[in-house]
């Protein structure tokens, strides 16, 4: 992983959130998640930890790698709990009748600040930015993905509840610095403070501030990702491309159910939240541990080209085939966990087990259905095609 040093840019306070670039006459768009998607760990996350929540960090100071990571370790705990708050109340606000009932220091928004104003008061955003290079994780696959991307014409777009600088910055360890530059982000992002003055480096800012922006999602989390997805869903059938969406958490659920293809990114020992939305919702998806699974998806859509009705029946396809057997994989999961909690005498964890088999079935039905439709679909185009 590179770790030559990184000049980080801030943007022009007075241009914060530049309108989205809207990518015409294009029949593929990917649009994709930063934290946990494209990185293997939330970078975020591994501030609040080994920085803002860490009680051996101190501003100036060095401390051992021991101390440091023992702090780092207390550090999430800390984040856990206080992560652990926020679900409790979604849960409890949901029963009572939705996100509305939600206090605002409960929120994504208020807590995410909190966390990340903790770092801002001990290191300057460039420091983090090399502390970032130097230690998140990131899918190497999707350096193959953006290449052939590029090289085919197809638009990625990052939508983030990260910050701009610190995400081109963490990006370019995969691709070029021009490439970097060419890559539309859209997420929150962050103003340079004066320490002695304000207390803390930088502050970060919401593309969509909790006062002057109407949407729940939006209030909760500081960015509705379906606001980067809805300008391509808005547009009728013959200019509306096929839109990829790469997520793995919370946030992507807005943007998630709009996607024609929707890529679910699973990482090893994580848990991962939009698959289980997914699975609640019955929102059919494809689950990838890398973006280099996520290629041949991508590629073989991509050859349909202005053919609209065979893209779209194939991207259909595509997400069919992988429920199929990923609702087989559910099945037989489910039925093995129902069986240990049967053992245990665990009524409550047999029926949460034996739901989890009925979706899973419901799932396998549906993807049954939508897989014989679409080939008939591809079938007459073919026919079509060979037509003398």
């Not at 926020?86 to 996100?99: D, N, V």
């Not at 049967?342 to 964890?349: L, R, T, V």
């Amino acid at each position: 992983m590179a770790t030559q040093e990184y000049k980080l840019e801030f943007d022009d306070p007075s241009n914060l959130f530049p309108q989205q670039k809207i990518y015409d006459n294009q029949k593929v768009v990917v649009l994709s998640d930063w934290d946990g998607t494209i990185t293997n760990m939330d970078s975020n996350d591994w501030m609040t930890d080994n920085i803002g929540y860490n009680p051996y960090w101190v501003e100036g100071q060095t401390v051992d790698a021991e101390t440091t990571a023992k702090g780092g370790v207390e550090g999430r705990s800390r984040r856990i709990e206080e992560n652990v708050i926020i679900l409790r109340q979604k849960e409890t606000a949901a029963l009572a009748g939705g996100e509305a009932e939600i206090r605002q220091e409960h929120t994504f928004n208020f807590l995410f600040k909190k966390m990340m104003d903790s770092v801002a008061k001990k290191i300057p955003l460039e420091e983090c930015a090399q502390l970032l290079r130097a230690n998140i994780k990131l899918d190497t696959g999707f350096t193959q993905f953006y290449n052939w991307c590029e090289q085919s014409g197809v638009p990625v777009v990052i939508v983030s509840s990260g910050m701009k600088p610190t995400i081109r910055a963490v990006l370019s360890n995969l691709v070029k610095p021009e490439q970097v530059a060419q890559i539309q982000i859209i997420s929150n992002n962050v103003v340079k403070c004066d320490k002695e003055k304000d207390g803390q480096h930088w502050r970060i800012v919401y593309i969509h501030d909790n006062e002057n922006y109407s949407s729940a999602d939006g209030k909760i989390h500081g960015h509705d990702k379906s606001q980067a997805i809805l300008p391509y869903v808005s547009r009728d059938k013959a200019t509306r491309p096929t839109l990829f969406f790469f997520g793995d958490g919370v946030s992507d659920m807005s943007a998630a159910k709009h996607a024609d293809v929707l890529f679910v990114k699973l990482n090893e020992g994580t848990h991962n939240d939009l698959m289980r939305f997914c699975r609640q919702e019955g929102i059919h998806h494809i689950r990838v541990r890398s973006f280099a699974e996520a290629l041949p998806v991508v590629q073989r859509v991509k050859a349909c080209g202005e053919d609209d009705a065979r893209r779209e029946a194939t991207a259909r396809v595509e997400v069919a085939k992988a429920m199929i057997g990923q609702s087989v994989e559910d099945v037989q999961v489910g039925i093995a966990e129902a069986e240990e909690a049967s053992k245990a005498g665990d009524k409550e964890a047999v029926g949460r087990a034996m739901g989890v088999v009925k979706r899973a079935e419901e799932a396998l039905e549906k993807a049954k259905a939508t897989l014989e439709e679409s080939v008939k679909v591809l079938l007459e185009s073919a026919r079509k095609g060979v037509e003398v």
